[in-house]
């Protein structure tokens, strides 16, 4: 099992383009959710995903959109970049829908929005 | 609001020197309390789940426990490989599927 999978792993972008961050899992797993990690102020939820076709908002979602067509990928969308979405983003999957598992994580895309 | 504070920020041990990394929370009607350990330019890796106050788990060095407002990983002779971010989350349970975590505690260990 490759477990969570996110690509790109490093990315730099200008202000106003756009992006996808990509995340597949292969746990058949309901619950996805997207992270980002900035310094200083730990873990932050921007979008979750409890099943194919269902979302929801985090702590921080403007400037991100999110879709689940599939068990597997859960895209995170950067419609316009802005220098504060500067920042690593992390992927996780989870089994079940109660938030109460373990979360799996992958191992990030470090972004950079110039 | 929901709120997870960790303590210290960052701690340095011997190799061999035991200590405790603290994880205080406020969050209601908590459900279960994660811990996780993070590398550098890595995802943070899952370690414990603890549902109720008094629960102890334990694998290899580290040991968590739950009280009703903390939780403390103990960390028994660490070793040099033992150095990581470690990062606490608390899961308020119901339809709410949002981890609040906390900062995490950067651990040094010297050889």
């Known amino acids: 099992n490759a477990g969570v999978t996110q690509t790109p792993k490093f990315q730099v972008l200008k202000t106003g383009q756009s992006m996808t961050l990509q995340c597949a899992q292969d746990m058949n797993h309901e619950y996805m959710s997207w992270y980002r990690q900035d310094p200083g102020m730990g873990l932050r939820l921007i979008h979750y995903?409890?099943?194919?076709?269902?979302?929801d908002q985090g702590e921080v979602p403007n400037g991100y959109n999110v879709s689940r067509s599939t068990t597997e990928d859960f895209p995170l969308r950067l419609l316009s970049a802005a220098p504060s979405q500067t920042s690593v983003y992390f992927c996780a999957s989870s089994y079940g829908t109660g938030g109460g598992q373990p979360q799996h994580f992958g191992d990030g895309t470090r972004l950079s929005i110039l | 609001e929901d709120q997870v504070t960790q303590s210290p920020e960052a701690l340095r041990l011997q190799e061999g020197e035991s200590s405790s990394l603290n994880c205080s929370y406020t969050v209601s009607g908590l459900r279960g309390l994660f811990w996780y350990r993070q590398d550098p330019g890595k995802g943070p890796e899952f370690l414990f789940t603890?549902?109720?106050a008094g629960e102890e788990k334990e694998k290899e060095r580290l040991k968590a426990t739950l009280t009703k407002k903390e939780s403390f990983l103990h960390i028994t002779a660490p070793k040099p490989e033992d150095s990581a971010t470690y990062l606490c989350?608390?899961?308020?349970?119901?339809?709410?599927?949002?981890?609040?975590f906390g900062k995490g505690t950067l651990l040094t260990v010297n050889p």
């Open positions: 989350a608390g899961y308020p349970g119901g339809s709410n599927y949002k981890l609040t």
């Open positions: 603890l549902y109720s």
């Open positions: 995903s409890v099943g194919a076709g269902i979302t």
